[in-house]
């Protein structure tokens, strides 16, 4: 017998993506060329679950002909995400939890129970009032059912609640025999904010009213300048100017949230527990596209630390050097290059929010753009960034480790220092974007080490 | 399921599993990080408790709040973790043809920055978890900025010890770090708290393009055949003529706060290969 020790719900982070239509997204793949690196990825229909509405159960896996990413009625298909609950069993492998694995530790699919706990704390976060948090909470289930995650909050108006999408135990069947739970995010939608001690104007902006603006503070908040709690940035929140160039919230609110999925199993006597995160954000706008630093970068640094290790092979880091080229690159294809270099465009200078506009703003840095005015149109940015592949692949781009912006260098608002790659994006902490440590520490290292690249490296081990 | 087995010490491969069905839009790896204060999560939240006993700002080195034994911390800046500063200068020039000097003013005199938590704090959660570690902290609360003294002690600074946090649950079967963000590092709604209510708003009120590869803005790109481009703004609402309106708020020919507050989902278009996706190039069959 495979006795199971542990569980965990993979994966560990997984985000929805808001949309009101009633057929979640398809699957698909973003593949890229080998023959042309930087091209667009590639997106191709993938195997696609559907579930049973009525009851739970996966009925098949198709593959559609096109991917469509909207209804064709004007509504986007929200990306719902599948849960695995995976098992560490007593040969030691991490396998996933089947019906046939249950059944060899004696249990069933009715045995395993889930939980899902998500928030939105946007409005709390604002004014600091803890009756402002929206919560949900499914407590403890396993049938299959839909979930709906009802966001509770101190200050919604009688009866009201925050519809946040649900959760599903998807049935197990003898062809889809895996234990998983689907997220189905919300709609997209905005909320408001109602009085109950006088009249409230009718609003076309939002869907309903679910707030008690006579009983919180949300509707009428206004951020107080100077006060060192506010987000960074602070005033995002649908508002209106109000006295004294303060900027009064109209109480808007959506239907994001983050949480946990908790599972739980009782196997030999023991309780075994594990939880996943989920997220619902929106939709990704261009999938074919990944942002030069992501979540995944976040956590890959957090996992195995700020540097490149003996465990990262020089084939690792070439890999990781043309992925952040690539993306560099998609970004560049969707940026208006000119603009955000701060050029003056049709006659009009400081024309849009950029890092030169930025810069001088918060800091008194004299407004000049970042880059020679002439070398910024989108399709010599582009270029640019081929020759700069071609060069790491020929190994003749050891240069290319010293351009980019070290994460202890955003301060730096010197001409060159402002010109260091990623240039003309914002980063985390308000200046000039660096790359995380470890994805700068990688790149360089094949920058650097692709000059001695011979022929039959690909064999070589980790450094 | 998807893939039949994973190595369970391999939590790159767990972290970025792909769960049968599931599209490549659902992995951290789509989500933006260059936080300001992002579009999925402003993951800056998962540092606020790195340091056991007190809670940081996400993305300032400011202590709101703190446990009763460190009540004293609150309202005070952070300067340095160990041998780790999580702040830095700012310079630059201030005139044309001038050098480069420090960037000071009222509210910051001292010319610095905060540094974001994720790189600056890299060292000390790779190499102090579960240990305690000297932290550098103004002795008086800071609302505004404060630099670094040139050496210490320094009545105006003092160290205290705190423990690191580990920001990874871990295995109780094992003792090994997961590849999940441990729960007291974030409750439910805490990883995006700091993003913009509601988030439509945001996509109309930045007006800036840092996060093109998520939230495009200059699309239908074709060479002018003059060594330039063109193309349209994606906030557009029409496409022809194929040219850049700056963004202007008030701009009747771009999308509007009120448009997307009320339709965003009809208003925005997916964006592949540069252009619009062909599903938005269909006739309306409700003529929208």
Redesign the interface.
């Known amino acids: 017998m495979t006795t199971i020790?542990?569980l965990?719900?993979?994966?560990?982070?997984?985000?929805?993506?808001l949309?009101?239509a009633t057929e979640p997204?398809?699957?698909?793949?973003?593949e890229t060329d080998p023959d042309q690196p930087l091209a667009?990825r590639r997106?191709r229909p993938?195997?696609?679950?559907r579930v049973d509405p009525a009851t739970g159960a996966i009925t098949g896996?198709d593959t559609p002909e096109r991917l469509?990413?909207?209804d064709?009625?004007?509504?986007?298909r929200p990306?719902a995400?599948?849960?695995?609950v995976?098992a560490?069993t007593d040969d030691?492998?991490?396998?996933?939890l089947?019906v046939d694995l249950l059944e060899a530790n004696d249990l069933t699919p009715d045995d395993v129970q889930w939980r899902v706990?998500?928030?939105?704390?946007?409005?709390?976060?604002?004014t600091y009032d803890d009756d402002d948090?929206?919560?949900a909470d499914t407590e403890w289930f396993s049938d299959h059912t839909a979930h709906v995650l009802m966001g509770l909050c101190a200050n919604f108006l009688d009866d009201k609640f925050l519809p946040l999408g649900h959760a599903r135990y998807v049935k197990p069947t003898p062809e889809f025999p895996?234990i998983?739970l689907r997220f189905t995010p919300a709609g997209?939608h905005?909320y408001g904010s109602a009085y109950t001690d006088r009249p409230t104007d009718p609003d076309?902006?939002?869907v309903d009213f679910l707030y008690d603006a006579t009983r919180g503070k949300w509707r009428g908040h206004a951020d107080q300048p100077?006060d060192?709690?506010l987000?960074?940035?602070a005033q995002?929140?649908?508002g209106d100017d109000g006295p004294d160039g303060s900027w009064v919230s109209r109480g808007?609110?959506?239907d994001?949230?983050?949480?946990?999925v908790h599972v739980k199993l009782e196997v030999l006597g023991r309780e075994?527990s594990a939880?996943?995160?989920i997220?619902a954000?929106?939709?990704?706008?261009?999938?074919?596209?990944?942002?030069?630093?992501?979540?995944?970068?976040?956590?890959?640094?957090?996992?195995?630390?700020?540097r490149a290790t003996d465990r990262d092979g020089l084939e690792h880091a070439r890999a990781v050097a043309e992925e952040v080229l690539r993306?560099a690159t998609?970004?560049?294809?969707?940026?208006?290059?000119e603009?955000?270099n701060g050029n003056t465009?049709?006659g009009?200078v400081d024309?849009?929010?950029?890092m030169v506009r930025q810069?001088t703003a918060d800091?008194?840095?004299?407004y000049?753009p970042i880059m020679a005015p002439s070398l910024v149109?989108?399709?010599?940015v582009l270029a640019l960034h081929q020759h700069v592949l071609a060069a790491l692949r020929s190994g003749t781009a050891p240069w290319f480790a010293d351009v980019l912006r070290d994460?202890?260098?955003?301060?730096?608002?010197?001409?060159k220092?402002?010109r260091k790659m990623p240039a003309?994006?914002?980063?985390?902490?308000?200046?000039s974007?660096?790359l995380?440590?470890?994805q700068v520490d990688l790149v360089r290292l094949a920058a650097r080490q692709a000059i001695f690249r011979q022929a039959g490296d690909e064999t070589r081990g980790p450094r | 399921m998807s893939d039949d087995r994973i190595d369970p010490l391999n939590l790159t491969a767990q972290l970025n599993h792909t769960a049968a069905g599931n599209p490549p839009s659902t992995l951290p790896e789509s989500a933006i990080s260059n936080a300001y204060p992002g579009l999925e999560f402003d993951i800056r939240t998962i540092w606020r408790r790195l340091l056991v006993g007190i809670e940081l700002h996400e993305a300032d080195n400011y202590v709101v709040d703190a446990q009763p034994e460190h009540q004293g911390l609150i309202g005070r800046r952070l300067i340095s973790v160990g041998d780790h500063d999580v702040i830095g200068p700012v310079v630059g020039p201030t005139r044309p043809g001038a050098g480069s000097a420090p960037l000071t003013s009222a509210g910051n005199p001292d010319g610095v920055m905060m540094l974001e938590w994720s790189n600056s704090l890299a060292d000390v959660l790779a190499d102090h978890v579960g240990r305690t570690v000297p932290c550098l902290f103004t002795a008086d609360a800071a609302p505004n900025p404060v630099g670094k003294p040139a050496q210490l002690p320094d009545p105006r600074f003092q160290v205290v010890e705190l423990e690191v946090r580990p920001l990874f649950a871990r295995s109780a079967a094992t003792g090994e770090r997961l590849a999940v963000i441990a729960e007291d590092v974030a409750g439910p709604g805490e990883l995006t708290s700091g993003l913009c209510s509601p988030w439509q708003n945001d996509y109309r009120e930045c007006a800036c393009y840092y996060w093109a590869a998520s939230r495009p803005d200059y699309v239908n790109v074709e060479d002018t055949g003059a060594g330039t481009t063109t193309g349209n703004h994606w906030f557009a609402k029409d496409r022809e003529p194929r040219e850049y309106v700056l963004d202007n708020r008030d701009d009747s020919r771009l999308v509007s706060y009120d448009d997307l507050f009320r339709d965003w989902q009809g208003e925005l278009r997916f964006i592949v290969g540069g252009d619009d996706a062909p599903e938005h190039l269909e006739a309306d069959p409700e003529g929208r």
């Not at chain 1, 719900?9 to 985000?15: E, K, M, R, S």
């Not at chain 1, 064709?72 to 986007?76: D, E, L, P, R, T």
């Not at chain 1, 800091?363 to 004299?366: A, D, E, K, S, Y």
């Not at chain 1, 149109?377 to 010599?380: K, L, P, R, V």
């Open positions: 020790r542990e965990r719900v993979l994966p560990p982070l997984a985000i929805g993506r949309g009101a997204m398809d699957n698909y793949t973003a667009p997106l993938a195997p696609t679950l896996a469509r990413f909207t064709g009625h004007g509504k986007v990306v995400p599948f849960l695995e995976w560490l030691d492998v991490l396998r996933p089947t706990r998500v928030g939105n704390h946007k409005i709390q976060r604002r948090r929206i919560d895996g998983r997209g905005v076309p902006n939002v100077g060192p709690r987000t960074i940035p995002i929140y649908a808007y609110l959506d994001e949230c983050d949480g946990l075994l939880f996943g995160r997220g954000g929106p939709p990704a706008y261009a999938p074919d596209s990944v942002p030069i630093r992501t979540v995944a970068d976040e956590l890959d640094q957090a996992l195995f630390g700020p993306r998609e970004t560049v294809r969707l940026m208006n290059t603009v955000m465009v049709d009009r024309a849009a929010s950029t810069d800091t008194g840095r004299l000049e149109d989108a399709g010599a994460h202890d260098e955003v301060g730096d608002l010197t001409a220092g402002r003309l994006m914002r980063g985390a902490d308000g200046r974007l660096a995380t440590r470890r």
